[in-house]
């Protein structure tokens, strides 16, 4: 079954002639199979990239490690800093860069549930802090939900 927040933000982006790109760590690439279900979806996926490790951040993503060193890979600054790198390196207008913590157990001081989502053009970034409740693939897909409504929010 086509998700119907991922049918709203291909129908919203193809009217704005925009794409979109995602790196992804918590929800390990379910963002953009979520969106890559809708028919059609090639003309507004670029592309993304799952980025679980921390070392990838910046080997695929472009995540200063300095940045990461400083506040860790889950963080609100780590979030903007995927959704810029990935919207650079795969040439979208838009990108989503999601990271935070599953669960069961905290990560870094974080509980389960804490996902922090960056939503960015190349002119702004904005980052939403979440928490949200349930099993691992409960907040995993929660997070590409609300992922799905923050861009479609820059969009409106």
Known sequence: ?????????HAALLARA?????AESLTAGLFC??????PGVSATLRGG???YATDLKTALAGVPAGL?????????DTAAALADGVRDRCGA???????????????DGHAPGRVYLGIGDGRRTDVHELDLTGDRSAVRSAAVDAAMEALLARLA
């Open 49 to 51: 990239v799952v980025v």
């Open 68 to 76: 990461l060193d400083r506040h860790g890979p889950v963080s609100p």
């Open 18 to 22: 925009e794409t979109v790109a995602a």
């Open 93 to 107: 207008t838009w990108g989503v860069g999601l990271t935070g913590v599953a669960g069961p157990d905290p990560v």
């Open 1 to 9: 079954m086509t998700d119907p927040a991922a049918v709203r933000l």
């Open 33 to 38: 199979a979520t969106l890559a279900a809708v």
